[in-house]
């Protein structure tokens, strides 16, 4: 127990002010943790399968690796990196160009690395939002935008992903006072956690809604390179006049199995890039060389997420056939690494489920098998295809495995 003193008054009300550390909340993730640990220890003998983790299960491609530890060793990229490296942003430049077919991007004006996409999007609200003004939000997502907007006294306006609009932002919905007062709009796709795809006509849409009300869009898209089935990759860059309104985040963390690595990049319009620059300068002092000069390394290498696509494709065919075979109605998504399954009610003659939480709950403690609830716009859980499984046989014994545990009931939809 940490001890009361004055500290306890001086924290900022953006955290909770006095308050602070004695929310007796628990967090979902935090649930899904406790939940774990009591499942393994009431069934120790029982393997407990872990489909909820958000990070790839491998190790990134040894020419990366190799890179890193040449770049490393030479005396000249030993010293701070601040806003980057020439040779990053070119090969950022390229990668967009050769994966994504996004032409004419300026590598020195209009690309930026950061320290992974996270820090990036925690920096971009400084240079835009004031007191009052909104940061538009699509739900159930990744909140860092939201969080930082409410930091600096903006206000976010949540708009819900529904399975009735395959999961894109119904934009006609959003009140004209919130269109007028929104300084940025946040979207992700490949999107986590739906794994929905975008598509021209709605990126269009998009850029014209922006126009309209003068909103930058902050398009997300760590998993955009992670597409299947013949679907190629897509860049909102690669649509006519999104440089006018907005940018694009990009990371190497899923697309190549470098999570722990801290590398990614923005791109798009030049003036919210120099100005992504400039709030960077003030908060860090740039990724290590090596590393940018390892990753750019990756970028020139598209190959390596094509291997990486294919075995999630191959994991995602195996997991979606298995769910629907025990009554689900799991669909392989568009890209990303994740699976989004709506929850059952209950089991026939048996247990209720109010909540997508209710259902991972009973997935954990009964099953052994860790999901990740979303409640924010219908009851669903999230099944990750990074669970840890070396080679195919592997993968198919783990399938198998969850297929048998959940034979044994039958679920109500």
Known sequence: MIEENYIQNLFAERIGGKNYG??????????????KIAAKAEHPNIE?????????????????????ADEA??????????????????????????????????????INHSIGSK?????????????????????????????????????????????????????????????????????NYPNNPTGAGATVEFFEKVIAFAK????????????????????????FLSVPGAKEVGIEFHSLSKSYNMTGWRIGFIAGNALVVKAFKDIKDNNDSGQFIAIQKAAAYG??????????????????????????????????????????????KAIKGGQTFETGEDFSQYLIREKLISTVPWDDAGRFVRFSVTFNASGVEKEIEIINEIKLRLSDVEFIF
């Open 73 to 110: 060793a030479k005396p000249e990229n030993r010293g701070y990196a601040d806003n980057g490296i020439h040779e990053f942003k070119t090969a950022a430049a390229n990668y967009l160009k050769n994966v994504f077919g996004v032409d004419g991007i300026d590598a020195d004006l209009e």
């Open 48 to 68: 407990l399968i872990d489909m909820g983790v958000g990070e790839p299960d491998e190790m990134a491609d040894a020419g990366i690796v190799a890179k890193l």
């Open 212 to 235: 309209k009300y003068d909103i930058v869009i902050v398009h997300d898209a760590p998993y955009a390179a992670l597409t299947y089935d013949g679907v190629k990759p897509f860049s």
């Open 299 to 344: 970028l020139e290498h598209p190959e390596i997420t094509e291997k990486i696509a294919e075995k999630y494709s191959r994991r995602h065919d195996m997991l979606a056939k298995a769910l629907n075979e025990v009554g689900f109605n799991a669909e392989k998504p568009k890209g990303s690494f994740f699976m989004y399954v709506e929850a059952p």
């Open 119 to 187: 820090p990036g999007l925690a920096m971009l609200p400084s240079a835009f939002i004031n007191p009052g003004d909104i940061t538009i939000m699509t739900v159930p997502g990744y909140p860092v935008l939201g969080t930082h907007t409410k930091y600096l006294g903006g206000e976010v306006y949540n708009v819900p992903l529904l399975k009735e609009n395959h999961f894109l932002p119904n934009l006609d919905s959003i009140p004209e006072e919130i269109c007028t007062r929104a300084k940025l709009f946040y979207l």
């Open 22 to 35: 004695k929310d007796t909340e628990i967090y979902k993730f935090e649930k899904i943790k406790r939940a």
